[in-house]
């Protein structure tokens, strides 16, 4: 197996800041993966690399999102976001950005922009192709956020929602994309426990019905060594340590870099 | 707030109204016996006056900030409300017709050229509604639009003896051109600065217009300018007044008929992602650039139809009709409306175009009371008249 995503020594600098500091990662097929470090150690700076926000300085992103041995290998950096995207890349962010003067419905919409095709014309004259196109868009909708469990907010503005459901609904939104990698910044940010642990269930089942692969950036740590199989931390922009829940929990250069935050919950 | 803090608040600032409108209202210099007139009752109104207004108004925005976070959720006006209402679409759109085929025949020709004008404003402000209410891009030279339309159709007709129905769509063509030409270097702006660059935009248009000389014909414009025709039947004055009266409907009604299917489509969807939040847009997919010149390019067609149809009805253009002061009235019918709402836009078009008109007796009052009336709707109902509403879609299992 090919790993679906490759990060070969990417380096990303703000002038004389760097953020990104020559960092491997890889994610194979269905795999959840977590990559974690205290505040401003550059995981969001690695998420808006890998999504074309910025271009790295240096290095590689390779995808391959079949994972097959002899599926074709892709080189995404430098590519804009909306084109990421379209490649099957999606993404939450750490701070909301749902689009507001929307409701949720619609938000969940736009994420099909990338997988339908219809244009001025089609708009104008609403043909049977833009009418079945559109009601697909709907269905698609509508059965997202059913497995999201947001089907009540339906007609809703966006950010008329609880917070913690406005976190999911940018879940919904990025699965409207059909992305075979999903990249989660803080999801459980700023949700109560319960909230936790039904976001918990959810990322599971997103994984195990839709074999989506799923990079994570998480604080919840409890969250983190429950989900995922491998763990990236890194600390001022270098990867610190890698390895499965167990052999992180363990490790002493991470401990150290958390200094008496709690690791092993 | 307490009653005597209230009190001693508009107390306040009737002294100070007092003051300040002191050298005006109260002194008058008597010309002839170089006297001073001392008129005190003046001043006694003043205070009068502005202590009650201040009363009024801090207990309207009291109200107002009472009201905003109930309002969010249930507060759909009565307006929006009937709108909605399927029930009362039908004989709506009834009534609305028969008023708008009889009323050339009801009122005058001054009546019905007022009316023409103002439906023209009514295209100018909708099409700004693409860029603005819907794409959420401040631009504010939108006249200059306006001016390729009506110059296209003036000077094709001048030079090439192109008529009024084949001008039409080239005019809207051209100012779609010219939409993506101001589009493309101004992709990563937004806002304020969005709206300086293509406020700089328009002016070049009209400076243009009004220096090339040998091109534009410059402030003296393009006289006699064909009305249009119709299968080349020779009309009297007061006829084709009619007819470009029905022109101009028809033209709205197509208007209000693409930009709803715009609105609730993919690509209107797209926009307004992209109003709201462009970096979450981009992720969902969306192409920022091909989206945005998609709304400059459909806005500035229809600024560029309404153009070709105001040449004809006017019969002479010159740069003149398309300065800044268009495009802010544009930007107001846009605003004052409720952006994004049909609605609201039509409302705010016929409003700003019709009352000024009817209101000429007042003189430079009308500019005060429009002015006063903007800042108002600013602060009470930020949303315009009538507040767009969002779809709502369908699913049945
Ligand atoms: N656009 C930017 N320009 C300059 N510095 C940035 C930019 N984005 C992030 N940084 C810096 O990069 C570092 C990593 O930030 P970030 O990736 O947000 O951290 P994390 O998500 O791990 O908390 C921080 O020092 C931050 O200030
Ligand atoms: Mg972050």
Known sequence: ?265 | MTAKQELKKSIIASVWFMFLTFPIMVIKVNTVTHTIDWRWHNMALVGIGSFFLSMLWRYLLKKKEEGGKKEKKAGLSFIQRLLQEKQFALPGIVIISIITILFPHIFSMYQTNIMTSALIFVVLGLGLNIVIGLAGLLVLGYAAFFAVGAYSYALLNLHYGVGFWVALPIGGILAAFFGILLGYPVLRLRGDYLAIVTLGFGEIIRLVLENWNEFSFGPSGIKNIPKPGFLGIEMSMQTTTIYVFYIVVLLVVFTIFVINRLKNSRIGRAWTALKDDEIASQAMGIDKAKTKLRAFALGATWAGMAGVVFASKTTFINPASFTLWESVIILCTVVLGGMGSIAGVIAGALLLILLPEYMRDFGEFRMITFGAVLILMMIFRPGGMIEDVRKTYKFEK
């Open chain 1, 1 to 265: 197996m090919k790993p679906i995503l490759e990060v070969k020594s990417m380096t990303m600098d703000f002038g004389g800041l760097r953020a990104i500091d020559n960092v491997d990662l890889s994610i194979e097929k269905g795999q959840i993966v977590a990559l974690i470090g205290p505040n401003g150690a550059g995981k969001t700076t690695f998420f808006n690399c890998i999504t074309g926000i910025y271009t790295p300085t240096h290095g590689d992103i390779y995808i391959s999102p079949n994972g097959s041995e002899d599926g074709k290998n892709e080189r995404i950096n430098g590519l804009k976001p909306n084109i990421v995207t379209r490649k099957g890349l999606a993404r939450t962010f750490q701070n909301i950005r749902l689009f507001t003067s929307m409701t949720v419905l619609e938000n969940v919409m736009i994420g099909c922009h990338a997988i339908t095709k219809a244009g001025i014309m089609g708009a104008i004259f609403r043909g049977a192709s833009t009418k079945s196109e559109e009601k697909l868009i709907v269905e698609k909708s509508y059965l997202i956020l059913e497995k999201i469990g947001l089907s009540k907010y339906v007609d809703e503005l966006a950010v008329n929602l609880p917070y913690g459901a406005q976190r999911r609904l940018e879940i919904a939104r990025a699965l409207a994309t059909d992305p075979f990698l999903l990249l989660l910044d803080e999801p459980a940010a700023g949700m109560n426990p319960q909230e936790t642990m039904e976001l918990d269930e959810l990322i599971l089942k997103i994984r195990n019905s839709e074999g989506i692969s799923i990079l994570l950036i998480e604080h919840d740590m409890k969250l983190v060594m429950s989900l995922s199989e491998k763990i990236y931390v890194v600390d001022y922009g270098k990867k610190i340590a890698e390895g499965t829940p167990e052999e992180i929990r363990h490790n002493p250069v991470v401990i150290k870099a958390y200094l008496g935050e709690e690791v092993d919950a």
